[in-house]
């Protein structure tokens, strides 16, 4: 067996499973003892689901990938060099690859669900919701900010293309340049 196999049943990737699968089951339990009005109501159990949708579809895509990677090989074991090498099939290189990144997007968001129990702390708590008010000013200053280099770059834009056509009508000097269309 290589020491690199992209595509083989590790233990970990078993446990991964079934602590998915768990977390999935307790979501489930939660929700039908919550009801669903008073579960989507909390921005962790939103979080908690989305976290979970990126496990389970990471999941997804890399059976996808496995299974076109085995296709007609009569193994279960794909090199690295097989599955990303020249002669990997590249729609199961893409579903790897998309596996990879919907997992690491999950993880991410694992660490997000962990802070959920920051705060209960005395200290983290209001540190917490602090950063959350600051996270949201800083996303309504980026709205504005975004809003106004918009309209600053279309009014730019606008202004030039007048200059390029005015240029022409007076002066006879035709241009090529993209403002004038």
């Given at each position: 067996?290589?020491?690199?196999?992209?595509?083989?049943?590790?233990?970990?990737?078993?446990?991964?499973?079934?602590?998915?699968?768990?977390?999935?089951?307790?979501?489930?339990?939660?929700?039908?003892?919550?009801g669903k009005e008073r579960y989507f109501?909390?921005?962790?159990?939103?979080?908690?689901?989305?976290?979970?949708?990126?496990?389970?579809?990471?999941?997804?895509?890399?059976?996808?990938?496995?299974?076109?990677?085995?296709?007609?090989?009569?193994?279960?074991?794909?090199?690295?060099?097989?599955?990303?090498?020249?002669?990997?099939?590249?729609?199961?290189?893409?579903?790897?690859?998309?596996?990879?990144?919907f997992f690491s997007i999950g993880l991410?968001?694992?660490?997000?669900?962990?802070?959920?129990?920051?705060?209960?702390?005395?200290?983290?708590?209001?540190?917490q919701l602090s950063l959350v008010k600051?996270?949201?000013?800083?996303?309504?200053?980026?709205?504005?900010?975004?809003?106004?280099?918009?309209?600053?770059?279309?009014?730019?834009?606008?202004?030039?293309?007048?200059?390029?056509?005015?240029?022409?009508?007076?002066?006879?000097?035709?241009?090529?340049?993209?403002?004038?269309?």
């Amino acid at each position: 067996m290589p020491p690199w196999n992209l595509t083989l049943f590790y233990l970990a990737d078993v446990l991964i499973a079934l602590w998915i699968a768990g977390l999935l089951f307790q979501e489930a339990k939660e929700a039908y003892r919550q009801g669903k009005e008073r579960y989507f109501s909390q921005y962790w159990n939103v979080v908690t689901l989305f976290m979970l949708g990126m496990f389970v579809i990471s999941g997804l895509l890399w059976l996808a990938g496995f299974f076109l990677s085995v296709e007609g090989k009569g193994t279960s074991e794909i090199p690295v060099r097989e599955a990303f090498g020249i002669s990997a099939k590249e729609s199961a290189y893409r579903l790897i690859l998309l596996s990879n990144a919907f997992f690491s997007i999950g993880l991410v968001l694992s660490f997000i669900n962990a802070s959920n129990s920051f705060q209960v702390n005395s200290v983290l708590g209001p540190l917490q919701l602090s950063l959350v008010k600051m996270i949201r000013d800083i996303a309504k200053f980026l709205f504005l900010f975004l809003l106004l280099f918009l309209a600053f770059g279309w009014a730019e834009r606008k202004v030039y293309s007048r200059y390029v056509q005015a240029r022409e009508a007076f002066t006879g000097n035709a241009t090529e340049h993209k403002f004038a269309q």
